[in-house]
């Protein structure tokens, strides 16, 4: 075995390098934890050892500094965020119990980041869901407590409008917390009441096709009321052209008989004229005796 003899310089040197590095290592440490970085979506706030808020206003985007070890940095995210509360039961005025799906968008603003960090709950951004919970469910169950089961459907807009309300001005007033939007995601009626709403739905188409088949056989009837009274009409305007007819053909009938009766009155010979006029030609058929004798000379000749 071969030892290295001691050399009193090489030993100084490394010495040396070693208390550099340490005090390199620790001017990083130093550095590092000096210095930290707040995103745009976010505010920050300080601590001194963990207790005392040393922050006046909240810190806001970009590079800060801070005391190493000695000073806490609590964010909180300023951005718009969604919160969404599942499965809530509420009760409407007629005592039936509705389960309902909630979202809540908010954004924080800056004036009301260090109280949600420090006076809201426990120090820092661990709590703020659940300082939020129990105004958004109240403000929901007393929204829904004004509005009957049978109509929730109809009225969706309405109930969350007012929600939107109610809610907005609660997180306001207590927290500072604009509400952007309150959206009614869902709304979970129990089986017993949705059988019975299907029943009544039921219940109304039929009342409806009940209906439409009365204005159906209205109508049929209307319709043939107004045929058979346009029939009638017609048949009356047929009668009456018919009698119109016949009277035009009487009355020029008469008057042809009394033109006839004037001319033979005033010309005898005309009788035998008219009847020349209509003659065929052909001799009158008798059975037995002498044949008829027919006078064909012509008005105004001699016997």
Aim: aromatic content about 6%; cysteine-free; proline content about 4%.
């Amino acid at each position: 075995m071969t030892f290295k003899p001691f050399e009193p310089g090489n030993h100084a040197v490394g010495g040396k390098t070693v208390r550099v590095m340490v005090i390199a290592l620790i001017a990083i440490v130093l550095i590092t934890g000096s210095i930290f970085v707040v995103s745009p979506s976010e505010m920050a706030g300080e601590r001194w050892m963990g207790g005392t808020v040393v922050t006046a206003t909240p810190l806001g985007t970009g590079v800060h500094f801070k005391v190493p070890f000695l000073e806490t940095v609590d964010r909180l995210q300023t951005s718009r965020s969604v919160y969404t509360l599942g499965g809530l039961d509420v009760y409407t005025n007629d005592n039936q119990k509705v389960s309902i799906d909630i979202s809540v968008i908010y954004q924080i603003p800056s004036r009301s980041v260090l109280n949600l960090l420090y006076k809201v709950g426990r120090a820092g951004n661990v709590d703020i869901d659940s300082t939020l919970l129990p105004v958004v469910r109240d403000r929901a169950l007393e929204a829904f407590a004004k509005y009957n089961t049978l109509t929730i459907s109809d009225q969706r807009g309405q109930i969350t409008a007012q929600m939107k309300k109610s809610i907005s001005n609660g997180l306001e007033t207590l927290f500072g917390v604009d509400v952007i939007d309150v959206q009614l995601t869902g709304i979970h009626y129990s089986p017993g009441f949705e059988h019975s709403i299907e029943e009544a739905v039921k219940a109304k188409a039929d009342a409806v096709q009940a209906q439409n088949a009365v204005a159906q056989k209205r109508f049929e009837g209307e319709q043939k009321t107004v045929t058979a009274a346009a029939e009638a009409q017609a048949a009356v305007e047929t009668a009456k052209g018919r009698a119109d007819s016949l009277l035009l053909e009487a009355d020029a009938q008469a008057k042809a008989a009394l033109i006839v009766g004037n001319a033979i009155k005033e010309h005898p010979d005309y009788v035998r004229y008219y009847g020349l006029q209509r003659w065929n030609g052909s001799l009158p058929q008798v059975t037995g005796g002498s044949m008829p004798m027919v006078d064909l000379r012509m008005p105004g000749e001699n016997k």
